[in-house]
């Protein structure tokens, strides 16, 4: 398996992607198995550091591992899992975080990054959508213009300028994101993840509004989406047509 669980001492859980072939690029599969790591980490663990091997955080879904909307909805269990984790999650963000690697980072409570990372929602450039949990926390993190921009335009946000944002924390290599998770882990637990479960439910109830899961379900179900898979896979400009 492509992901590692190490103990990075002081109840610091250390989660790897380890895909570098595919600049970890993650399937169900990867999904899954990170899920199971989160919601199995161990009692007393105080914090978690998402990191990623061979120079890249995650460069997104890997689109041969895609067959439909049911991968969205497996992937909202692993981001969900990071969110309602009782210990601190942080995400140490080096080269791409595309796609579901934003959607990893955003789930995180804290990112660290170098100032070459690229963060982007690539969806537009392959006809799906994100849920509508990722657009909100996007939303809070970044906020609604940069937000827009990655959603509407499929724009790039690099890691100087993200942490220019408030996206990301502090600038600097995945190792800082470990040392910042042993810091955190000598502070008092329970205040720590009360904070975290009152932060969270700060969070507006998503929109429950008919026309969000249409939208959803149109773009999952559609032709362009086929279309932009093919143009992926044979690495040409996808030609879409709004059916």
Do not use: Y
Request: net charge negative; hydrophobic share 50%; aromatic share 4%.
């Amino acid at each position: 398996m492509t992901i590692h669980v190490e103990d990075g001492g002081s109840a610091v859980v250390l989660l790897t992607i380890d895909r570098p072939d595919r600049r970890n690029a993650i399937d169900a599969e990867h999904v899954e198995a990170l899920r199971d790591a989160v919601t199995g980490a161990a009692e007393g663990t105080r914090a978690l550091v998402l990191r990623g091997a061979g120079g890249h955080f995650c460069a997104g879904a890997d689109l041969k591992g895609i067959e439909g909307p049911e991968f969205a909805a497996l992937l909202r269990t692993l981001l969900h899992a990071l969110r309602d984790a009782p210990f601190p999650c942080l995400a140490a963000v080096d080269g791409a975080a595309l796609g579901a690697g934003t959607q990893l980072a955003v789930s995180c409570d804290l990112r660290t990054a170098t100032p070459d990372a690229i963060f982007g929602i690539p969806a537009a450039k392959l006809g799906l959508v994100v849920d509508p949990w990722t657009v909100q926390r996007l939303v809070a993190f970044a906020g609604q213009g940069p937000a827009r921009a990655m959603l509407l335009a499929a724009e790039t946000v690099g890691g100087t300028e993200a942490h220019g944002l408030g996206l990301v924390q502090r600038l600097g290599p995945p190792d800082d994101a470990v040392a910042w998770a042993v810091e955190i882990a000598t502070k008092a637990p329970l205040t720590i993840s009360g904070h975290k479960v009152m932060l969270n439910a700060l969070d507006a109830a998503l929109p429950t509004d008919p026309a969000v899961a249409a939208a959803f379900d149109r773009a999952w179900s559609s032709a362009d989406l086929d279309e932009g898979r093919a143009a992926f896979a044979e690495r040409r400009p996808p030609q879409f047509r709004g059916e």
